[in-house]
């Protein structure tokens, strides 16, 4: 008879007569499969998610704007202006879900020993998370030609007055150069950790304070600019200058603003906002190169699982430093180069929030999968739950010459590789 017991926790051990333990590479396939429904199961709920908040937020764009309802015959360019729309839209979705799941996990984590990095992972997400929000509201486009940048927008502010853009134009030029701002206070903070284990967390909050306040000086100067312009030129000027473009009807139709270098704001922009950069991008190429060279003499007191979960931090951050530079910096940085010189963009102008739009996203999805506990815990919010299977051979006590039974423990719990 097949030997029935109870343990704590409500594992089940069956025992059967003459049943040989399972050999390591069953187990084997048995993880890679069930790693794969995992995956399957969570790449459906995400993709089912972003596309329901896509057709929502579109449905809302659309009842607020009737005449889309319309029926018009679209041409080759309208169809490819409106795929980068969507393109954006997916993205900033997929940028909401992915930051928040990541800010839950956070909060969700008691790990003392890495409390500071966790600060370091945290601040970054909810920057993120709020520059997909912001980025989802304006859905700007942009049209680069002779030293004017054109703002096409497809969102809130074609419902505004003109002289309220100002609540558009402020959050996005900070977000913009802010995520390239913050990367050098958290590379400084990073390496003081490294050199003293008790650096005070005020010291992150000071840091980014002036990353801050540096985004919001650079972005109030493009606000200044961008009024001069309309203010003393005026709307009609531009709305002209655009008729002749590539895509021109349809691209008068979202117009809203346009940066002007002919004017002092537009200059103070560029100008803080290069030197700023170039200050941001020395700093953390410098407290990067100064954290590799040093060796923590403390190292060896430290665990072996808080080493680890220290490293992922540290990975996370690099590679959240190379999606910015990847997905911002030379987008933005080709962009700026059309306007300084003059030239005339064509189609690279609007491509430039194509590609900046899916940086929340590529942060916030990799640093989830980087970083073992937030993966963990997004598998398990997600009911991504595997089986895990362990061997092991027991005896019947009571008898030296009962046969040997095989045990098999179902453990239903969210543990994961």
Not at 43 to 58: F, P
Not at 316 to 338: D, E, K, R, S, Y
Request: aromatic share 16%.
């Amino acid at each position: 008879m097949p030997v029935k017991e109870e343990r704590p926790g409500k594992v089940m051990f069956l025992a059967q007569p003459d049943q040989k333990p399972q050999a390591p590479r069953m187990d084997k396939i048995r993880y890679y499969l069930a790693e794969s429904v995992i995956l399957a199961n969570g790449t459906n709920m995400m993709v089912t998610l972003s596309t329901i908040a896509t057709l929502w937020l579109y449905g809302v764009m659309v009842l607020l704007k009737p005449q889309n309802l319309a029926p018009v015959k679209r041409t080759l360019k309208e169809i490819f202006v409106d795929s980068l729309i969507y393109n954006d839209v997916i993205a900033l979705i997929l940028g909401v879900i992915f930051n928040a799941l990541l800010i839950m996990a956070i909060r969700m984590s008691r790990r003392k020993s890495s409390a500071q990095y966790v600060k370091l992972v945290l601040i970054a997400a909810v920057f993120d998370f709020f520059f997909a929000i912001e980025e989802l509201f304006s859905q700007h486009q942009l049209h680069v030609k002779g030293g004017v940048i054109y703002m096409l927008a497809h969102g809130v502010e074609q419902l505004m007055p003109p002289h309220l853009y100002w609540i558009c134009i402020i959050p996005h030029g900070f977000f913009t150069v802010h995520g390239l701002f913050i990367l050098s206070g958290l590379y400084h903070f990073r390496y003081k950790m490294m050199i003293d284990v008790n650096t005070s967390p005020w010291m992150l909050v000071r840091n980014v304070g002036i990353t801050s306040l540096s985004a919001l000086l650079t972005s109030c100067c493009l606000t200044y600019g961008i009024f001069q312009g309309m203010n003393e030129r005026g709307y009609g000027y531009y709305y002209k200058r655009l008729e002749n473009e590539w895509f021109g009807k349809y691209g008068q139709r979202y117009f809203v603003y346009a940066a002007d270098l002919d004017f002092a704001g537009i200059k103070a922009y560029f100008f803080l906002g290069l030197t700023l950069a170039s200050v941001s991008v020395f700093l953390i190429f410098f407290y990067a190169y100064k954290a590799w060279k040093f060796v923590n003499p403390n190292a060896h007191s430290s665990s072996a699982k808080t080493k680890l979960m220290q490293a992922q931090f540290t990975r996370a951050i690099l590679i959240q430093t190379v999606n910015a530079f990847v997905f911002a910096f030379f987008p933005v940085g080709l962009f700026t180069f059309l306007a300084i010189f003059r030239f005339n963009g064509e189609y690279l102008g609007i491509l430039v929030m194509a590609v900046v739009s899916w940086l929340p996203a590529a942060n916030g999805a990799i640093t989830i999968y980087v970083v073992k506990d937030f993966r963990n815990f997004v598998k398990g919010f997600l009911g991504c739950r595997r089986l895990k299977v362990m061997t092991a051979t027991v005896s019947v006590v009571g008898s030296s010459t009962a046969p040997k039974f095989s045990r098999t423990t179902r453990n239903p719990t969210s543990q994961t590789s």
